[in-house]
């Protein structure tokens, strides 16, 4: 499927996705973990991420940080029960990152994956798309 | 910049430097009387490591430039004085002027809280008074003045509510609030060490029984709501909900920045109500001050008393006086006697508003009918132009949103700096939260029928400009003194004080 | 009523227009049997003349004094004309919050040049809009100490030298924290530097000082900073009198990283503590943690330079339960008085002031010296001073107070083993003749 050209409408294939807009790359027993294309787009300019500890862990769809934009605040919910490896430093200074490129250079954690049954849980690109399109519609 | 730019000719000076833009050394604007005793120097008396010579960079100006300068900000600023402010849930009515002159008292500006209690007396008794008037409206035996705004009042309610469960051995964690509640509340629950239970807004824009059988338990430690709602709805399960809670031994707190509502035609604490604050800067006219200072006084039922912040004010015969003996009470939670000086404001108006003289209604009665009538108006003109969503009647505020108006592009924040355009202060935006593009307007008692009708052919005027010329609501505010303040450069280049050039 | 410009055509218009036969209809929500009928205890209303009646008549029963000495942290200053006068301008009075920064200009500049002049009198980067007092201001900075340390639970450290009060409400704030409070004590009437040494480790995680403390001595905040240096300590500063930022440096200048104050001698009377608001100042690196409001400068979309409220997201109305703080104010009214006596002192009008604060003080001390029952330690002070009695200072209040005066506050009604202590407070207010009446009173009592 191509990516998508429309502002926050672009859904890499070989990621996996969760109904709250957040994203992970599997990567050998470990997961990196951003948000959205349709998320940063939702937010607006973001002005700042508050991310966890390395060390810390999370239980699945438990709050892990939050991402500030001008006017709101929104949670970031962990896809997979995990501990934290590594947090993107280049965050919080550089917060239009994630506007700019949520799926490369805005990443926020590297986590290990404690159950990796949770993996099937997640969405395929193709029912991540037909997600986003659905509200998109409201 | 062009001299033309410049003009001072103009009431509104477009341009106002800061005072350090127009500080030069050696200017002075105050002076003290020639010394009677000798003058010391601090390096005389004081550690040379703590001595400074001045403070740099505080600025040097002329009395009268400082009178220009702040006149000419003051011609900045909208305010209910000038018009119209048809804030939701902020209660902008109008506030009279004799509360200033009775403020300015010097017998009671000048009362220090550490003089012998037979210097204070005037001030007790101000204290007092208001707090039996407050008894009075609300219903709630005793009260706690100390709390110096809304949200420092819903800090002493739940903390009351904590104490309570912990001398009665409760195992209580959690509070529920509804979630169109405002933001202190949960932010309160926080503070406090309460987890949160949201309740959601039903499907007629009111809290409904079985949302909150679902989620009650016993570790529930009670309820804050809002009544009317934050959407301008009166809760109409109220006393019903209220037993619910009670059921479990929680208590039911009353936020009451709605109160303008039905002050004067229901006492909360005949609704089930166990805690309240009121937030006299709404409902009681004291004046916003552009940000405060308010009062939030709590009150609570009888058996809640003893747990109420230090001291409490108590009469005896003739004589008023400070009661520290609270071995209960929650503890201190402000220096003195909370914002003594809005106090006074406070009751001069309740003063203002009791029973008429033919004992027949009050004047509490004609504010709550007022600001209620006002609501319905404006609901009743905008139907049509506007989204309504709970289009049924309401309290003294009506929300309204954008949904008509976005599929020409507008949203509210378009429509909100619009308004400007005309002459307005916006009414509430995005709040709250559970109508998207929320509108929320409280018209308040003050506001003749004339003022609500210009206000209503000025919305629909840009509910028209919605559909035949988006664009000018795109780019408003174009007649104000500043246009799209750029909020996001703000927080990129952070600049939170004046640095020289 | 007056204040309702509706009359009854009005009303009558109105319930026509939004199809109601009576106004009782408005609040058919609310069950008949609950409403108010006879059952409200409420006096008649009071027209000015009435209202200017009962007030005259509350303020006479009781004669106020005819000289104060009382400071404790709440003083008497002169307050110029201008500061009233500007202040009840409808549009400063009656204006909201600035949320709309396009007419709101006038406000946020105003928060803005106090936040400046903050930072300048503290000697911090970064001063916020203000909070409700001086106390809360105090238990909001060591909270904010708390979440920048939220990893370790190290002890919080309070002075044995702070404002009762002040420690009162910080307890009840940190209610959760009380098994963590350790207080340092004093030695006389300063703070223990050797017993701070042997607290401020790596146990500890938070210093509380004020200075002035309790009893009006100024505390070595350069030594303090020195210790807190060779630690991770976060240290958070208190002052009851920003007047002594006249003559005495910033916490900041130490290495304070949270100050926080009282700033009613600017701008205000002392209002029974009820004309408040809070200091509070910190470094740039910590702004996101800061409670209150901020306003930022920025530009508008035509360049100009202009105002607005910033770093919103940190505050309840968005964060809602992982806000900074439940605070919805500053007290902005409080606070602009402050600005403009601030501006109207200046630099030289401030260092004047509190150069006649600290003579005053002296001068006193000096000839009280001379009464060989009275001690007064040798600790450095400035507007305010602590006099050791030979008998409790309550009878000597006691005895000004027959004569309708106050000779300055008894330290016994906080702790029992202060019982002794008279802490005077002096203002540029005071006369010659004032002070020597003080002085000879002391002189000649019990």
């Not at chain 1, 250079?105 to 849980?121: C, T, V």
Request: hydrophobic share 35%; with cysteine; net charge negative.
């Amino acid at each position: 499927m191509a990516a998508n050209k429309e502002p926050g409408m672009h859904v890499p294939e070989h990621l996996l996705y969760t109904k709250n807009h957040e994203w992970a790359r599997i990567e050998d027993g470990t997961a990196y973990v951003g948000i959205t294309d349709y998320a940063q787009h939702a937010l607006g300019d973001i002005t700042y991420v508050e991310l966890p500890e390395e060390g810390q862990s999370f239980n699945k769809e438990k709050v892990f940080g939050t991402v500030d934009s001008l006017k709101t605040v929104a949670e970031l919910y962990a896809p997979l029960t995990g501990e934290v490896l590594e947090v993107n430093a280049k965050l919080p200074s550089n917060a239009e990152q994630v506007n700019e490129d949520p799926y490369g250079e805005g990443w926020m954690l590297k986590i290990e994956l404690s159950d990796e049954k949770e993996i099937e849980q997640l969405l395929p690109a193709i029912e991540y798309v037909k997600l986003i399109q659905k509200q998109a519609k409201k | 910049m062009n001299l033309l730019e410049r003009t001072t000719g103009t009431l509104v000076s477009p341009e106002e430097p800061t005072l350090f833009d127009k500080s030069k050394a050696g200017r002075i604007g105050y002076s003290l009387p020639a010394p009677e005793v000798p003058e010391v120097v601090a390096e005389q008396v004081i550690p040379k490591a703590l001595v400074r010579d001045e403070v740099l960079g505080f600025p040097e100006i002329s009395e009268n430039e400082v009178v220009r300068h702040f006149v000419r900000l003051s011609q900045k600023n909208y305010s209910i004085d000038t018009g119209f402010y048809p804030l939701g849930s902020c209660t902008m009515k109008y506030n009279p002027k004799i509360n200033e002159e009775i403020a300015r008292l010097p017998v009671l500006a000048q009362s220090h809280p550490f003089w012998d209690e037979r210097f204070l007396q005037p001030a007790l008794e101000v204290q007092f008074q208001l707090q039996n008037l407050l008894s009075a409206v609300t219903g709630l035996e005793s009260f706690t003045l100390q709390p110096s705004a809304g949200a420092h009042g819903e800090y002493v309610g739940i903390k009351i509510m904590r104490a309570y469960h912990e001398s009665r051995g409760n195992k209580k964690t959690k509070v529920i609030v509804p979630d169109s509640a405002h933001g202190t509340n949960p932010a309160t629950c926080t503070m406090i060490g309460y987890d949160i239970v949201p309740v959601p807004t039903g499907p007629r824009g009111i809290v409904e029984i079985e949302d909150v059988k679902k989620i009650l338990d016993s570790e529930v430690a009670g309820i804050m709501m809002t009544n009317p709602s934050t959407l301008g709805l009166f809760e109409e399960n109220i006393s019903q909900i209220a037993e619910l809670i009670h059921s479990v031994d929680g208590l039911v707190y009353m936020d009451g920045a709605n109160f303008n509502a039905i002050v004067g035609i229901v006492k909360p604490a005949d609704l089930g109500v166990d805690i309240m604050h009121i937030n006299v800067h709404k409902t009681f006219s004291t004046p916003h001050g552009g940000g405060g200072p308010g009062a939030g006084p709590v009150g609570v039922r009888s058996h809640l008393k003893k747990f109420l912040p230090t001291p409490t004010i108590e009469r005896s015969g003739e004589r008023f006086f400070y009661d520290y003996n609270l071995p209960d009470s929650i503890g201190k939670v402000s220096g003195y006697h909370g914002t003594f000086a809005i106090h006074v404001r406070a009751l001069t108006y309740m003063l203002s508003i009791g029973t008429t003289a033919d004992g027949k209604d009050t004047y509490l009665r004609r504010i709550a009918t007022g600001a209620v009538l006002n609501a319905n108006y404006i609901r009743h003109r905008l139907r049509g132009h506007y989204n309504i969503p709970y289009d049924h009647p309401c309290g003294h505020e009506v929300v309204i949103n954008d949904d008509f108006q976005q599929k020409f592009g507008v949203k509210t924040i378009h429509i909100a700096k619009r308004l400007m355009d005309y002459g307005y202060h916006p009414m509430t935006v995005y709040f709250p939260l559970v109508v998207p593009g929320a509108m929320m307007i409280e018209p308040t008692e003050s506001e003749s029928k004339e003022t609500l009708d210009q206000f209503c052919d000025v919305m629909i005027a840009i509910a028209n400009e919605a559909k035949e010329n988006p664009e000018i609501l795109l780019n408003a505010p174009t007649r104000v003194n500043r246009e799209k303040v750029d909020e996001l450069r703000a927080q990129k280049q952070p600049r939170l004080s004046w640095k020289p050039a | 009523m007056k204040y309702i410009p509706q009359g009854p055509d009005d009303q009558k218009e109105l319930l026509k227009a939004v199809g109601l036969k009576s106004t009782d209809e408005l609040f058919q929500f609310i069950p008949a049997h609950l409403k108010i009928k006879n059952n409200l205890y409420y006096p008649k209303a009071q027209s000015e003349i009435e209202i200017r009646k009962t007030f005259q008549k509350i303020c006479a029963s009781s004669p106020a004094p005819s000289l104060s000495f009382a400071g404790c942290g709440l003083y008497q200053h002169d307050i110029p004309s201008i500061v009233p006068f500007i202040q009840s301008r409808s549009e400063f009075a009656t204006s909201y919050t600035p949320y709309q920064p396009e007419i709101s200009q006038g406000n946020l500049q105003a928060i803005f040049e106090f936040q400046t002049m903050i930072t300048q009198l503290t000697e911090c980067e970064l001063s916020n809009a203000s909070l409700y007092d001086g106390a809360t201001s105090l238990a909001e900075g060591i909270l904010m100490a708390l979440r920048l340390k939220k990893k370790t639970a190290g002890k919080i450290i309070l002075s044995g030298g702070l404002h009762p009060h002040y420690e009162q409400v910080v307890r009840t704030y940190l209610q959760s924290f009380l098994d963590r409070i350790v207080v340092a004590p004093l030695k006389g009437d300063r703070l223990d530097q050797e017993a701070l040494s042997k607290l401020v480790t790596s146990e500890a995680d938070i210093l509380v000082t004020q200075s002035p403390n309790i009893f009006g001595v100024i505390e070595d905040d350069s030594a303090i900073g020195a210790l807190v240096k060779t630690s991770d300590v976060f240290w958070v500063t208190s002052t009851t009198e920003p007047f002594v930022w006249g003559v005495v440096r910033g916490p900041g200048a130490f290495g304070a990283h949270i100050v926080t104050g009282e700033g009613q001698s600017f701008g205000a009377p002392a209002y029974l503590g009820g004309a408040s608001y809070g200091i509070f100042a910190t470094k740039n690196e910590y702004l996101r943690q800061v409670p209150g409001r901020l306003v930022g400068e920025t530009l508008d979309q035509k360049g100009r330079r202009s105002y607005t409220l910033t770093f919103a997201t940190r505050e309840q109305f968005i964060r809602r339960e992982k806000a900074t703080s439940n605070i919805c104010t500053n007290q902005n009214l409080n606070m602009l008085a402050g600005v403009i006596h601030m501006a109207t002192l200046g630099k030289a009008g401030l260092k004047a002031v509190s150069r006649r604060l600290l003579s005053h003080a002296e001068y006193l001390k000096s000839h009280l010296r001379e009464v060989s029952e009275l001690k007064i330690s040798s600790s450095p002070t400035f507007s305010e001073f602590t006099v050791d009695l030979p008998y409790g200072a309550a009878t000597l209040v006691k005895s000004a107070a027959d004569a309708g005066w106050v000779c300055g506050v008894d330290l016994g009604r906080f702790k029992p083993e202060w019982n002794k202590k008279l802490l005077i407070a002096t203002s540029e207010l005071h006369t010659k003749a004032e002070l020597d009446r003080l002085v000879d009173f002391l002189r000649t009592a019990p």
